[in-house]
């Protein structure tokens, strides 16, 4: 899918916002609650919702605050890495992100990140994809960017074959 209509897109400084903020209301983070928010109440398709799960999935097992991966510097459900300030970003964003797996599903959906990612995401949300397995691995390549692609897209998928009933 092309981005080139986003280039002029300008980004948009970390700041708390107020969305963002929103605790997760006690909601447990799991599988069954994660697509619910992300098809009730962001009104993502089915299959963008489980390609993001099966993404969280093996960056986080459904965790808000896992231990920092990539030798300590990815935080998150996502493990956004700090090489290009994109964790420091979603603290700055999301305050309260250790708790609250909701604010940082809506910053990964949100256009408060670098540029690069601002377009891929306006671009993820646009795009109706045929199958679960095609937005993940969209969303593998272009946002969550892993050092061994072919082999985090097989285990995407073997996760997407346990989403089956949503």
Request: hydrophobic share 35%; aromatic share 12%; charged share 15%.
């Given at each position: 899918?092309?981005?080139?209509?986003?280039?002029?897109?300008?980004?948009?400084?970390?700041?708390?916002?107020?969305?963002?903020?929103?605790?997760?209301?006690?909601?447990?983070?799991?599988?069954?609650?994660?697509?619910?928010?992300?098809?009730?109440?962001?009104?993502?398709?089915?299959?963008?919702?489980?390609?993001?799960?099966?993404?969280?999935?093996?960056?986080?097992?459904?965790?808000?605050?896992?231990?920092?991966?990539?030798?300590?510097?990815s935080?998150?459900?996502?493990?956004?890495?700090?090489?290009?300030?994109?964790?420091?970003?979603?603290?700055?964003?999301?305050?309260?992100w250790?708790?609250?797996?909701?604010?940082?599903?809506?910053?990964?959906?949100?256009?408060?990140?670098?540029?690069?990612?601002?377009?891929?995401?306006?671009?993820?949300?646009?795009?109706?994809?045929?199958?679960?397995?095609?937005?993940?691995e969209?969303?593998?390549?272009?946002?969550?960017?892993?050092?061994?692609?072919?082999?985090?897209?097989?285990?995407?998928?073997?996760?997407?074959?346990?989403?089956?009933?949503?």
């Amino acid at each position: 899918a092309s981005t080139s209509g986003y280039a002029n897109m300008e980004f948009v400084p970390a700041q708390p916002v107020a969305s963002y903020t929103q605790s997760s209301d006690g909601e447990e983070f799991t599988p069954a609650n994660t697509f619910a928010y992300l098809t009730g109440t962001r009104n993502l398709s089915r299959n963008q919702a489980l390609g993001i799960m099966a993404n969280i999935q093996r960056e986080s097992s459904f965790r808000a605050n896992p231990s920092g991966g990539d030798q300590g510097n990815s935080f998150g459900a996502a493990q956004w890495n700090n090489a290009y300030g994109r964790s420091d970003i979603m603290k700055a964003s999301v305050p309260n992100w250790q708790t609250n797996w909701k604010g940082q599903l809506d910053h990964m959906l949100s256009q408060n990140q670098l540029p690069e990612y601002n377009r891929f995401t306006k671009d993820f949300l646009n795009t109706n994809y045929e199958t679960p397995e095609a937005a993940s691995e969209h969303l593998l390549r272009m946002w969550f960017r892993p050092l061994d692609t072919h082999g985090d897209i097989q285990k995407n998928n073997q996760f997407l074959k346990g989403f089956a009933n949503f």
